[in-house]
């Protein structure tokens, strides 16, 4: 059975059959670009199980996750993303160390969304965690993420401040670390 095939065989997919159909992808690259694609079907159905999927299957090969963030990165231009689609793809970009040269384009997008109040909050929480490590290794863009937060977290919903809370500590400690090392 395909991958296709299994993600849409059954009415509902229960979390064994997710884990079952991750471990298959990751047991060949091809399989794991493959659900990766599936991801951007025009079937909503199928992108949303791909996008459940394919994080989980992330987890499990975070280094074949590093080769495709180009590709994780152009599935938050799709045009009305579903919010499974970008709620797994944040998840997935969250958890890998992000290419520097994919950061402008990633940094747009996350700001984009974390302002948008239409936004699930689970997809508003990740993109602030992304725009948080991008704003570790690009501190310029910190006095922009410091503000959103002032002016759309500071009595937002628990996720997004705890997001809020945990960027701004990063920087701190970031900060901290690089005055105690001797130059």
């Not at 074949?64 to 709620?87: F, G, H, I, K, Y």
Request: proline fraction near 4%; include cysteine; charged fraction near 25%.
């Amino acid at each position: 059975m395909t991958i296709e095939n299994a993600l849409l065989a059954p009415k509902h997919l229960d979390k064994e059959q997710v884990e079952q159909i991750a471990v298959s992808a990751t047991r060949s690259e091809i399989d794991f670009r493959h659900l990766l694609k599936l991801m951007s079907s025009q079937n909503v159905t199928l992108g949303k199980r791909a996008a459940w999927c394919f994080s989980l299957a992330a987890k499990l090969k975070p280094g074949w996750t590093d080769s495709c963030q180009a590709e994780l990165v152009a599935l938050l231009d799709m045009e009305n993303p579903q919010d499974a689609l970008l709620r797994n793809t944040l998840r997935i970009l969250r958890d890998c160390t992000l290419h520097p040269d994919l950061y402008d384009k990633t940094a747009y997008y996350c700001f984009e969304l974390v302002q948008d109040p239409g936004k699930a909050i689970a997809i508003r929480a990740f993109a602030m965690h992304i725009l948080g490590q991008i704003g570790r290794a690009v501190p310029e863009i910190r006095p922009e993420v410091r503000a959103i937060i002032e002016y759309h977290f500071e009595d937002g919903a628990a996720g997004l401040t705890s997001a809020a809370r945990n960027v701004l500590t990063t920087w701190e400690k970031a900060e901290r670390t690089k005055k105690q090392k001797p130059e």
